[in-house]
T-cell receptor
């Protein structure tokens, strides 16, 4: 079946601009996660949704970052006033739900802030 | 200090060799552990979960030592296709996975 999909695959933006990154989880998966991966590092947790609500947003670095999942399926990660330090690969993952720990990752969006 | 620490490598081994990676975790509340594999410019993919009793999947064996807070991955009979970065992962039950920085493996012909 279809895996996690993310769009766009690449995004180049200028410092100070606003960007939206989209994630479409595996059908039926109720849990959705956003991570950020910088070169040479492992993914770092940003936020976790269970259904429509953000169950844990402790990884969001500051208030320029915000994510929504209004219908419990697709999620959008929003970054305001982008900075060069925001450049990274943004990964989305999903898992079946409360009792399942295995997370399945999408291909990521490579964000470059110039 | 990072919560999950791994030797970054690279580990350069010939085909057919046995190679072992270790990783340590600092949060004693960690409950679940995994190894993920990540190819260059690709997403991480789950390789295997790690259980206290140890578990094996073909050429891959994972071990967990809770007392010493370390996790290991053993790969036997290495193949060229095993070349990748191996990420050690811990989960405290918050569902937010904590990744190590990865260990790079290069299997050479």
């Amino acid at each position: 079946g279809a895996g996690v999909s993310q769009t766009p695959s690449n995004k180049v933006t200028e410092k100070g601009k606003y960007v939206e990154l989209r994630c479409d989880p595996i059908s039926g998966h109720t849990a959705l996660y956003w991570y950020r991966q910088s070169l040479g590092q492992g993914p770092e947790f940003l936020i976790y949704f269970q259904g429509t609500g953000a169950a844990d947003d402790s990884g969001l670095p500051n208030d320029r970052f915000f994510a929504v999942r209004p219908e419990g399926s697709v999620s959008t990660l929003k970054i305001q006033r982008t900075e060069r330090g925001d450049s990274a690969v943004y990964l989305c993952a999903s898992s079946p739900g409360q009792g399942a720990y295995e997370q399945y990752f999408g291909p990521g969006t490579r964000l470059t802030v110039t | 200090r990072k919560e999950v620490e791994q030797d970054p490598g690279p580990f350069n081994v010939p085909e057919g060799a046995t190679v072992a990676f270790n990783c340590t975790y600092s949060n004693s509340a960690s409950q679940s552990f995994f190894w993920y594999r990540q190819d260059c410019r690709k997403e991480p993919k789950l390789l295997m979960s790690v259980y206290s009793s140890g578990n094996e999947d073909g050429r891959f064996t994972a071990q967990l030592n809770r007392a010493s807070q370390y996790i290991s991955l053993l790969i036997r009979d290495s193949k060229l296709s095993d070349s990748a970065t191996y990420l050690c992962v811990a989960d405290t039950g918050r569902r937010a996975l904590t990744f190590g920085s990865g260990t790079r493996l290069q299997v050479q012909p």
